[in-house]
C-alpha cells in the first residue's frame, strides 16, 4: 500500500511540476550576434552549418612561461565585437569527437579572461551554454580548446596527432559554428477594447 501512494504522489508531483514548465514564460532569442562578430576564421560563425572553421594557435601578448606553456597546450577560436554585447546563451556546433574537452571564456572589462564553463567528454555535436538571467556583459568569448586530452572514445589513452616523423603535430580543431545570443522581452499583451 506505501509503495502504492508513494506512486501516485510521485506521478502527481510530475504532473504538476510539468505544467508549471509548459505554461512558464516563453523566451524569445534575438537573432545570431555572431555573424557580426570578428575572428580569424569566419567560417566558424557564418551562420552556415556546412562551412566549417579551424581553432588557431594561442598567441599571447605576454610571453613570459606560463603563457608559453599554455600556447603549446591550447588552440582556441575568439570572437570579437566592437561594441559590448549581452550574452545570455553560446551554442556550439562540431563534428562529433572535435570538442571532446574544451572551456568558454569571456573577456571581463580589463580584458582578463574569466571561464564560463569547463567542459569535458562532451560527444554531442551541439552543446549550448545558457545563461538566462544571468547574462554576461563581453567584447569577446574564446573557447580555449586542449591541443590533446585524455579521452574517454580511445580508452583513456593520449588522443593526438602525429606526423610522418612521429613529432605530434599542432593540430587545430574543427568548428561547424558558434552562435551567440541574448533575450529579448516578449512584448507585453494589450488589452482588447472590444466589447
Not at 56 to 64: E, H, V
Not at 66 to 72: L, Q, W
Not at 132 to 152: N, V, Y
Request: glycine share 6%.
Amino acid at each position: 500500500m506505501t509503495r502504492f501512494t508513494l506512486s501516485i504522489f510521485i506521478l502527481l508531483f510530475a504532473v504538476i511540476y510539468a505544467g508549471c514548465i509548459f505554461t512558464g514564460p516563453k523566451v524569445i532569442w534575438s537573432e545570431n550576434l555572431a555573424i557580426q562578430a570578428n575572428s580569424k576564421d569566419g567560417k566558424m560563425h557564418d551562420d552556415n552549418i556546412y562551412t566549417a572553421g579551424e581553432s588557431s594557435p594561442l598567441i599571447s601578448d605576454r610571453k613570459d612561461k606560463n603563457s608559453v606553456e599554455e600556447a603549446d597546450k591550447y588552440t582556441h577560436a575568439t570572437l570579437s565585437w566592437v561594441q559590448t554585447q549581452k550574452i545570455e546563451k553560446i551554442v556550439i556546433k562540431s563534428d562529433e569527437g572535435q570538442l571532446e574537452f574544451f572551456e568558454a571564456l569571456y573577456a571581463d572589462d580589463e580584458g582578463n579572461w574569466k571561464s564560463l564553463r569547463s567542459v569535458r567528454d562532451n560527444l554531442k555535436t551541439a552543446y549550448s551554454i545558457n545563461m538566462l538571467g544571468k547574462p554576461i556583459m563581453t567584447k569577446a568569448i574564446r573557447l580555449k580548446i586542449p591541443r590533446r586530452w585524455d579521452s574517454r572514445r580511445v580508452g583513456g589513452q593520449k588522443r593526438r596527432t602525429r606526423g610522418e616523423t612521429g613529432a605530434p603535430q599542432g593540430t587545430s580543431k574543427k568548428i561547424r559554428e558558434i552562435e551567440v545570443y541574448h533575450s529579448i522581452a516578449p512584448e507585453p499583451e494589450m488589452p482588447s477594447t472590444e466589447e
